[in-house]
């Protein structure tokens, strides 16, 4: 089974940047639609990011011109790159390919001063 392991999240202030990185244990990226979902304390779960085969992006309207969805070449690494973060991104982050119903552990984003 392929699984999912994201990283690089922390505690950031205001305004800083993170990228945070979803890593495959099998090259599933190529051939996926990849997105990134967020789930903040007392929210449900939403989609932030997606990036299709053909390498088209979409956004969140929360995000549009902050967020960048991107993945390598070889279709095992997605990364989400985090500009001019703000206390509403604390959540933690997932990745995971459209349609499935399985989760990694996330990664935790804090924005606070």
């Known amino acids: 089974q392929v699984q999912l392991v994201e990283s690089g999240g922390g505690l950031v202030q205001p305004g800083g940047s993170l990228r945070l990185s979803c890593a495959a244990s099998?090259?599933?990226?190529?051939?996926?639609?990849v997105e990134w979902y967020r789930q903040a304390p007392g929210k449900q779960r939403e989609l932030v990011a997606g990036i299709t085969r053909d390498g088209t992006t979409n956004y969140a309207d929360s995000v549009k011109g902050r967020f960048t969805i991107s993945r390598t070449n070889n279709g095992n690494t997605v990364y989400l790159q985090m500009n001019n973060l703000k206390p509403e991104d604390t959540a933690v982050y997932y990745c995971n390919t459209k349609g499935r119903d399985a989760w990694g552990q996330g990664t935790q984003v804090t924005v606070s001063s």
């Open positions: 099998r090259i599933i990226f190529r051939f996926s639609i």
